[in-house]
T-cell receptor, first 112, second 114 residues
Framework: DQQVKQNSPSLSVQEGRISILNCDYT??????FLWYKKYPAEGPTFLIS?????DKNEDGRFTVFLNKSAKHLSLHIVPSQPGDSAVYFC???????????FGKGTKLSVKP | DTAVSQTPKYLVTQMGNDKSIKCEQN?????MYWYKQDSKKFLKIMFS???????INETVPNRFSPKSPDKAHLNLHINSLELGDSAVYFC?????????????FGEGSRLTVL
């Protein structure tokens, strides 16, 4: 039972364009959402987060949008750079969950 | 300086063997975790310790036994290894019991059971 879903296993974007990574969740008790970035042979690293009391959080080139009614969040990267090529994991927590629930990840490739 | 370090990075072993993976964090965090990333790429929590006390124990075979000698260390011992145990195991830590904090992950330990 996947509570956090990333339905696109991969995404390819041209350098300088916008990358949009999507994430859906099913548990309405989730109230905190995070994005992690993972390079090959490394552990995931925290990228950006958002609380359910907000609908947008921005950090430099990275913006996360939250649509609670749709149980959907997205990560926007503008402009995309080749160094952004990595696997991006969406994660959520809250309610009775005492831990982070991760999606399967989306592999982003940014072409020069 | 590696914040969360785990050893070994690669481990190849035969079915039925017993193996351990060690993890150490130098961040002064109170909480440590073991996650498993299987062939389907899901990152799933296995265990969590807060100040050496077990606080999360997901449905994991009892062949897996975590041990936390102090709050900076969380080791994972696996008995009677099976083919299905092949995965990448990630250790992680967080400042507290993950109210709103993020996890710091180690580089992962790739276990291959033959």
């Amino acid at each position: 039972d996947q509570q956090v879903k990333q339905n696109s296993p991969s995404l390819s974007v041209q350098e300088g364009r916008i990358s949009i990574l999507n994430c859906d969740y099913t548990n309405s008790m989730f109230d905190y959402f995070l994005w992690y970035k993972k390079y090959p042979a490394e552990g995931p690293t925290f990228l950006i987060s958002i609380s359910s009391i907000k609908d947008k959080n921005e950090d430099g080139r990275f913006t996360v949008f939250l649509n609670k009614s749709a149980k959907h969040l997205s990560l926007h990267i503008v402009p995309s750079q080749p160094g952004d090529s990595a696997v991006y994991f969406c994660a959520a927590t809250g309610g009775s969950q005492g831990n982070l629930i991760f999606g399967k990840g989306t592999k982003l490739s940014v072409k020069p | 300086d590696t914040a969360v370090s785990q050893t070994p990075k690669y481990l190849v072993t035969q079915m039925g063997n017993d193996k351990s993976i060690k993890c150490e964090q130098n961040l002064g965090h109170d909480t440590m975790y073991w996650y498993k990333q299987d062939s389907k790429k899901f990152l799933k929590i296995m265990f969590s310790y807060n100040n050496k006390e077990l606080i999360i124990n997901e449905t994991v075979p009892n062949r897996f036994s975590p041990k936390s000698p102090d709050k900076a260390h969380l080791n994972l011992h696996i008995n009677s290894l099976e083919l299905g145990d092949s995965a990448v195991y990630f250790c992680a830590s967080s400042q507290d019991r993950l109210a709103f904090g993020e996890l710091f992950f180690g580089e992962g330990s790739r276990l291959t059971v033959l």
